[in-house]
């Protein structure tokens, strides 16, 4: 739901928008009810490697953010390029 909701501001708002929520929702939950937060970040799902290697919900979130954050710089150069004026490219 919180991936929906960054995506929906990134495509009719602003990437600007997009990125503060990304950024600024979590941390805000950490610091405000940090047993909570942390309690959810180690939950485990799976054991991978023979039980070596955890997958926690912070292992999927940060894939996610990542994501998330590569399309809204992608969305910020590619809006950059596009509005260059044609002079200067020449």
Do not use: C, D
Request: aromatic share 14%.
């Amino acid at each position: 739901m919180f991936t929906a909701i960054v995506l929906y501001l990134l495509v009719n708002y602003s990437s600007l928008m997009a990125a503060i929520v990304l950024l600024v929702v979590p941390l805000t939950l950490i610091v405000a009810i940090p047993e909570t937060a942390t309690t959810f970040l180690a939950y485990e799902h799976a054991r991978l490697a023979g039980g070596l290697v955890p997958i926690n919900n912070y292992h999927l979130l940060l894939f996610i953010w990542s994501t998330i954050m590569g399309i809204i710089l992608y969305t910020e150069f590619l809006t950059w390029y596009l509005s260059r004026n044609k002079r200067q490219i020449k």
